[in-house]
């Protein structure tokens, strides 16, 4: 049999940088075949020259997550080259932050559309396939889905919705073989501090040093695979993450009186 056959397929949206970029790398070096998608033209031939050595086991292809027939096409490229999806990573997603004057209603959509919606959408899409290969749905949630600072309003209502609406279906896809992994990081590096309110990457941004308590990519999406790959319902990772979510779902309003000085 040859490694077409015995590899495992993840398709992974928003591979270009970050979480996604790091998933792509340790699963193709780990031998499996990898169809990333992302926005980034440059950043996604730049990780396809990265990973030339994989040559057609990292395919990929330029795409936004809310747009469904570019989404749709993506998949049947990938079901055409590899034949099959066991395991679908829907990490594609941004964090917008901006006081409520300051943001507005289309900012509220576009965070819910690619945090929460695009998710539902790709497991619709794949979710035939997930069935056949008795595959696995992970996505990304955050400690912000723990408790609401200020600021952060629209990027902890996408993550809530998403974290319930897993829950609310877990049941229903291992009733038919597919089992749900929801990840929780704490804080990675990442280039999520490099987006502006619509989730576009722009340099100008300053990213807060906040090393502390910030994990490396590398380590944490190790861990991440470790967790998918013992299909883990809830993956928490890193021991800041729980200290973030005691202190974000017991001390919210501390948090903003002290961060954000509210009265
Ligand atoms: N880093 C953290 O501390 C942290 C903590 C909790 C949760 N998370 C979650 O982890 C996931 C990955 O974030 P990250 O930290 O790795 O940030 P990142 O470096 O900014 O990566 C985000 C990825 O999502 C893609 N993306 C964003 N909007 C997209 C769209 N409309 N269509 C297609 N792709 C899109 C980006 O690609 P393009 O810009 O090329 O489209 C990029 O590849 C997100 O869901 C985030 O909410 C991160």
New binding site residues.
Partial sequence: MGYMEEAKVYFI?????????EFAVQLIKAGNLVYG????KS?LESLKKELEEAGDRFLFSV????ESEKVQESIKICLKKFNKIDVLIA?????SRASFENFSFHEYKEQIN??TLAPIDILYRCYDELVKSKGQFVT????LAYGALDTYSAYSMS?VALSYFCEGVRNDLKKVGIDMTVIV????N???R??DNL?N?TSKLDRKNISLLEMDTNKAVSKMIRGIQKRKKLLRVGLSTYFLIALISSFSSLINKVLFRRT
């Fill in positions: 949206t928003g591979v270009t940088s970050g979480i996604g970029r998608i992302g926005r980034r950043s795409c936004d997550v809310r990490n594609a997603g941004y964090s690619v945090n990304i949630s955050s400690v993550k990081p704490g804080y990675v990442s280039d999520i490099l987006r989730g990457f």
